[in-house]
């Protein structure tokens, strides 16, 4: 049997009083969803082990089976792998976000959805005026880019800028860890955090001067106007999924994010580019859905991350969310149980997000995620329809982190 993931991030939701009380998922017309779970089996999902931040990194990579106490760098080095750069034994990478700062606080987390052409030269020029033998910023997608340290510290303290919005930003800069190790060869935490922060004012007097962000300005649009970098970490070291599940011959990984992509790369599968694949609610579901269809044709495991209903989570849009929770249902997911239905080979279908992103809180939020589990021939269990509450009474009850995954590859 093969097996597809399916992921929505984000897509999981708290009840919400403009829709009756209703979560997101409750509310969104999504038949293709409600047809697996009641044909399927449904449960639960803790995703975020105690001690760790509720974020997409730690999230995935739970899900695909792997113990975070072991493998955790944080969200930088997975995503220098996925955009190429080969880190070094004494690199520290560390996701660089472009951000929107006005008034002293965050505005936005994504520059006012930067694209990935204009964060590439923005990126270029900090890297030309501070860049340095020790310091480098690497383009990645969009707002996500990738600022490598020679010889930094992975011992700091950072806020993720999604989970602040509104916030004054200066109380949110870098912090040591307390009684932080002293590494051999590496700055301390405390000079890692003031090089950091020392970049991010830098950078805000750079941006503030270029072009583009003065085209902007003249606009009265949202300037891309300050780096924030977070969550970084050394090389990880991590078993491929075909050491670990001997049925996992090939496997395929498709998302638009540098960090699913990264996860991807250490855990074994081939990285496939989708044509119009944004990270957001424009992206190209028909297209994720086609190289999904094609990769089961000759892989044995492939993971489908789609990140945009996290996106509109984060900026607080509900009818935009929604919008991505039925998209994904009738764009991506129905096109492909439909080919998946007419195959001789049997493949089994998981759908779930990674964690919450409420769209009232525009945080993420470590709560356990519904998810179900369909192939021909399941015996179901009594679950109706798709959502946070009525997967709840799913047979498979509540399951914890590399728990799926292990139950997922058994079938």
């Known amino acids: 049997m093969k097996h597809i993931i399916i992921l929505g991030d984000g897509m999981a939701d708290l009840p919400v009083e403009r829709l009756g009380g209703k979560t997101l998922l409750q509310y969104a017309h999504k038949p293709m969803m409600d047809q697996l779970a009641k ?3 449904c449960g639960r999902l ?3 082990p105690e001690g760790f931040p509720p974020g997409s990194e730690v999230a995935n990579t739970a899900i695909l089976g792997y113990d975070l106490n072991k493998v955790y760098e944080g969200r930088g080095p997975l995503e220098a792998a996925s955009i190429g750069y080969e880190m070094a034994d004494d690199d520290f990478a560390i996701r660089c976000n472009i951000i929107t700062l006005e008034d002293g606080r965050i505005i936005t987390h994504n520059g006012g959805n930067l694209q990935t052409c204009d964060g590439d030269v923005l990126i270029k020029y900090l890297d030309e005026n501070l860049g340095n033998e020790h310091v480098h910023f690497i383009t990645g997608i969009q707002y996500r880019h990738l600022l490598v340290i020679k010889g930094g510290s992975k011992h ?6 999604h989970d602040h919005p509104n916030e004054l930003w200066r109380p949110l800069l870098v912090k040591a860890e307390e009684n932080a190790p002293v590494e ?10 003031d090089l950091i922060n020392d970049l991010i004012l830098k ?3 750079l941006l503030a001067k270029h072009p583009y962000n003065q085209a902007k300005a003249a606009r009265g649009e949202r300037q891309a106007n300050s780096i924030w970098p977070w969550s970084g970490g050394y090389r990880p070291s991590m078993q491929t999924l075909q050491e670990q ?6 496997g395929t990984v498709i998302s638009a994010v540098d960090l699913i992509r990264g996860i991807g790369h250490y855990a074994g599968l081939k990285i496939i580019e989708v044509e119009g694949a944004t990270g957001l609610a424009d992206t190209n579901y028909e297209g994720k859905a086609q190289a999904a269809i094609d990769a089961l044709r000759n892989d044995d495991f492939v993971f489908v991350h789609v990140e945009a209903s996290d996106e509109a989570g984060h900026d607080g849009d509900l009818e935009l969310k929604l919008k991505t929770i039925e998209y994904l249902d009738q764009r991506l997911i129905a096109p492909i149980y439909k080919e998946v239905c007419t195959r001789d080979e049997p493949v089994c279908i998981a759908v779930l997000p990674d964690h919450l992103t409420p769209v009232e809180m525009r945080i993420h939020v470590g709560q356990p995620v519904p998810f179900l589990i369909w192939y021909r021939g399941i015996t179901p269990d009594d679950v109706q329809q798709y959502d ?3 997967c709840v009474s799913g047979s498979y009850g509540l399951l914890k982190l590399n728990e799926f995954m292990q139950q997922f590859m058994r079938l």
Do not use: H, L
């Open 203 to 205: 950078s805000q007097e």
């Open 184 to 193: 051999p060869g590496r700055m301390t935490a405390q000079e890692t955090a």
């Open 39 to 41: 044909e399927g089996r």
């Open 388 to 390: 946070e509450v009525s």
């Open 156 to 161: 700091i303290i950072c806020a993720p800028p």
């Open 245 to 250: 599940y001997p049925q996992v011959k090939s």
């Open 46 to 48: 803790v995703t975020v």
